[in-house]
Nanobody, 122 residues
Framework: ALQLTESGGGSVQAGGSLRLSCVVS????????MGWFRQAPGKQREAVAS????????YYADSVKGRFTISRDNAKNTVYLQMNSLNYGDTAMYHC???????????????WGQGTQVTVSS
């Protein structure tokens, strides 16, 4: 089984940037689509972005297009989420996930990390 460990979250002022990282251990990471999801208190989990094993980006939420960038480094077994121009609405727990189907459906992602908290203040 895969193990996913996120890092890079924290508190930032509106307009700031953060880069989240997700290190994946276990075989075979490289076969999986990777995604980032987030969940704010009292809200449903939502997909943020996803990327295929070959680096093709298959999804961005409309709310993050132009501000967030997903990428992966297969040599380092790591997927990243660069987040720029953060706003209060981005406050959430961010989780990375691995799955066979590369889309925005959380049910298609089998393995999940514990998450890293992002808090944006105005």
């Amino acid at each position: 089984a895969l193990q996913l460990t996120e890092s890079g979250g924290g508190s930032v002022q509106a307009g700031g940037s953060l880069r989240l990282s997700c290190v994946v251990s276990g075989f075979p990471y490289i076969r999986y689509c990777m995604g980032w999801f987030r969940q704010a208190p009292g809200k449903q989990r939502e997909a943020v972005a996803s990327i295929t094993r070959d680096g093709e980006i298959t999804y961005y939420a409309d709310s993050v297009k132009g501000r967030f960038t997903i990428s992966r480094d297969n040599a380092k077994n790591t997927v990243y989420l660069q987040m720029n121009s953060l706003n209060y609405g981005d406050t959430a727990m961010y989780h990375c996930a691995a799955g066979q189907r590369c889309n925005s459906r959380s049910e298609d992602f089998r393995f999940w990390g514990q998450g890293t908290q992002v808090t944006v203040s105005s």
